[in-house]
């Protein structure tokens, strides 16, 4: 990995957990090359987005379907993490463990029993909106009208047949309602803070402490236009990692680095999405990102900052899994 030994010793010991990457969404991929990546880098959990924004229930269902049949087709490499049991058994035996999450809830169009459809197939969490307004509540470029009725009654279904609730990509007013709403830990799982770089996708301090006081935890993303001036470098995201820290502690925060294997695929989604990805905010060809297999030198870079090993194994994946444990069924 190019690291210090204890740097190193740190990533192989602890559970690694990155919360959201960002698949290939075609039914033809192949997932070996993105997969083993991570498998390289030292993750022994991911979560791989199946759907995101305006996409129709239908597509969502397919893709699941084709990443679960990709999965178990290769049971020496990999496991559907679908429980924290498989997640640590898959990490004792050198295996990726593997699980969903969806970025909108159109997703459910306008039914709940679709949620636990989803979670039934793996999905373990799913975003309020996917940064346009939705019927449960508001996204992070839209006029925010705050949680509906509708969206109470989602998250009343979400807890209980335990599917974590996610504001990344949400509004402001509806983050925090959910956050007040929500009976169980609500994450952050790919956001960064605004305080570092003003862009609408990122966060307020006043969200980032209403997540970690509902228990949850944030996900720092390496997306180089929300850690900077399209800035993917390792300090970018530690300083990004640390803000967080120095906020609201140890124990809430996380990655989720939001990876897109296919650049060509990021590159022609911004551009042609321009109802979800407006123009102006940095959404534009050559977006550059935070690989996983940066993750033992962020490592590094935070014992070089003085953190802790008990606070380190906590960021690397120790705070999701207490959230997973708390919250799946």
């Not at 999450?101 to 039914?111: K, L, V």
């Not at 905010?281 to 690989?291: A, K, L, P, S």
């Amino acid at each position: 990995w190019g690291v210090g030994a204890a740097a190193a010793r740190i990533v192989a010991d602890a559970l690694v957990w990155d919360n959201h990457g960002c698949m290939p969404l075609r039914l033809d991929a192949e997932f070996l090359p993105q997969l083993a990546r991570y498998r390289n880098a030292g993750v022994d959990f991911v979560s791989i987005h199946i759907g995101f924004g305006e996409q129709p229930w239908q597509d969502h269902l397919r893709m699941v379907a084709y990443f679960r049949a990709w999965l178990r087709a290769r049971p020496e490499h990999y496991v559907l993490g679908l429980g924290v049991e498989q997640i640590l058994r898959a990490k004792a035996e050198g295996k990726l463990a593997v699980a969903f999450d969806i970025e909108g809830a159109r997703a459910i169009d306008d039914q709940l029993s679709l949620i636990g459809l989803y979670y039934d197939l793996g999905v373990r969490w799913m975003l309020m909106a996917y940064n346009k307004n939705n019927a449960v509540g508001g996204g992070c470029h839209d006029d925010d009208p705050g949680l509906s009725a509708f969206g109470r009654r989602v998250l009343d279904e979400m807890a209980r047949v335990g599917m974590v609730a996610c504001c990344s990509h949400t509004g402001y007013r509806t983050a925090l309602d959910v956050m007040a709403h929500s009976p169980k830990p609500v994450i952050l799982s790919h956001a960064n803070p605004r305080a570092l770089k003003d862009h609408p996708r990122n966060v307020p301090d006043e969200v980032l402490s209403a997540c970690a006081a509902s228990g949850g935890v944030v996900g720092i993303n390496g997306i180089g236009i929300f850690l900077g001036e399209n800035d993917a470098g390792t300090a970018a995201i530690v300083r990004h990692i640390d803000y967080a820290v120095q906020l609201v502690g140890p124990n809430h925060v996380g990655l989720g680095l939001d990876y897109a294997f296919d650049q060509a695929e990021l590159d022609a989604f911004v551009l042609s999405q321009r109802h979800s990805f407006p123009a102006g905010m940095g959404y534009n060809t050559g977006i550059r990102m935070v690989e996983p297999e940066r993750i033992p030198a962020i490592a590094e870079a935070l014992l070089a900052r003085g953190y802790g090993e008990a606070d380190l194994r906590a960021i690397l994946g120790g705070n999701f899994l207490r959230v997973a444990r708390e919250v799946w069924q």
